[in-house]
T-cell receptor
Framework: DAKTTQPNSMESNEEEPVHLPCNHS???????IHWYRQLPSQGPEYVIH???SNVNNRMASLAIAEDRKSSTLILHRATLRDAAVYYC??????????????FGKGTLLTVNP | DSGVTQTPKHLITATGQRVTLRCSPR?????VYWYQQSLDQGLQFLIQ???????AKGNILERFSAQQFPDLHSELNLSSLELGDSALYFC????????????FGNGTRLTVT
């Protein structure tokens, strides 16, 4: 699986935007970029995914660099409930049905009131 | 609510014993994944099943086994338990596409004493 690099931790203030970066310089043309988050004592939760174009959903936005070697997860207004570990994961889509996710250490986001 | 149900929520057992963890996937999802999360190892992929067949294997010990039944629920069997097997065990399910997100259950917390 191609590797991603994320900062170990980031801090934000409540109601401010948060930009969580992810580098994936060895991404292949068929890899999707997935973001998950894990709140304390819960299972990971899907946030957003994309392939080439920027994506928006009710939880967040995903900005993908033109060369696809990096991406940024954007939380438009952080709340205390957004405090979690955020994982950036490349997911192969090379056919077949093996679509496992390989989690790294992620970024621990702290949100200050 | 992810739609993935895991039972039991907590399990306390002694070394050398055998336990079975159960997972019911979201309605319509054919893939089931098992992950182990311990404090020092992060989220580790164990095994994936797709429509009853094993599709991918990760760092799963020989003492561990899994299966997916015709009704698509899955069971993870852990035998000859050791103290180091104490961890959170998560099940996830997904649809058939490579970009289909994984939906995780809330996990089973296993404590081996």
């Amino acid at each position: 699986d191609a590797k991603t690099t994320q900062p170990n931790s980031m801090e934000s203030n409540e109601e401010e935007p948060v930009h969580l970066p992810c580098n994936h310089s060895t991404i292949s043309g068929t890899d999707y970029i997935h973001w998950y988050r894990q709140l304390p004592s819960q299972g990971p939760e899907y946030v957003i995914h994309g392939l080439t174009s920027n994506v928006n959903n009710r939880m967040a936005s995903l900005a993908i660099a033109e060369d696809r070697k990096s991406s940024t997860l954007i939380l438009h207004r952080a709340t205390l409930r957004d405090a979690a570990v955020y994982y950036c994961i490349l997911r192969a889509n090379s056919g077949g049905s093996n679509y496992k996710l390989t989690f790294g250490k992620g970024t621990l986001l702290t949100v200050n009131p | 609510d992810s739609g993935v149900t895991q039972t039991p929520k907590h399990l306390i057992t002694a070394t050398g014993q055998r336990v079975t963890l159960r997972c019911s996937p979201r309605s319509g999802d054919l893939s089931v994944y098992w992950y182990q999360q311990s404090l020092d190892q992060g989220l580790q992929f164990l095994i994936q099943y797709y429509n009853g067949e094993e599709r991918a294997k990760g760092n799963i010990l020989e003492r561990f086994s899994a299966q997916q039944f015709p009704d698509l629920h899955s069971e993870l069997n852990l035998s000859s338990l050791e103290l180091g097997d104490s961890a959170l065990y998560f099940c996830a399910s997904s649809g058939q596409r490579g970009y289909s997100p994984l939906h995780f259950g809330n996990g089973t917390r296993l404590t081996v004493t």
